[in-house]
């Protein structure tokens, strides 16, 4: 059962950052974003969709190709999930200071930010 909410969360924030950088949320782009093929990405995708946290629209720009997004079922998801990864972060730094984590969490959207930056 966890494994298969996280896989809901995989799926979910996947689509969520793609949408939020302008990139078409397709399973290709799917995969491509959480780095497997292009089945594999399908499954997730699908499995988010019936879970309600996906929906499948028609690509405004191109009638042929289908985009996944969030719904609201899945921002409310995502939302708890973030909340559980604050309380997880919270208990793995127990003893640091203001400084340390802030820190810490800035080094770490720096390096996200690069890994972007290197696929552009």
Known sequence: MVAEQGR?????EAVHFLTQRGV???VNAVAHEIGIDQSGASRLVKCATEAGYLTM?????????????????GQSMLKQAYEWQE????RLTVGWSKQQRHDF???????????YALDA
Not at 57 to 73: K, N, P
Not at 87 to 90: A, P, W, Y
């Open 8 to 12: 809901l969360v995989l799926a979910t």
């Open 24 to 26: 078409a949320a397709t």
């Open 57 to 73: 629209q028609t690509s405004e720009t191109d009638g042929r190709r289908r985009q996944a997004m969030v719904t609201s079922s």
């Open 87 to 90: 309380q997880v972060f919270d």
């Open 105 to 115: 969490q800035q080094a770490m959207t720096d390096l996200v930010d690069q890994s």
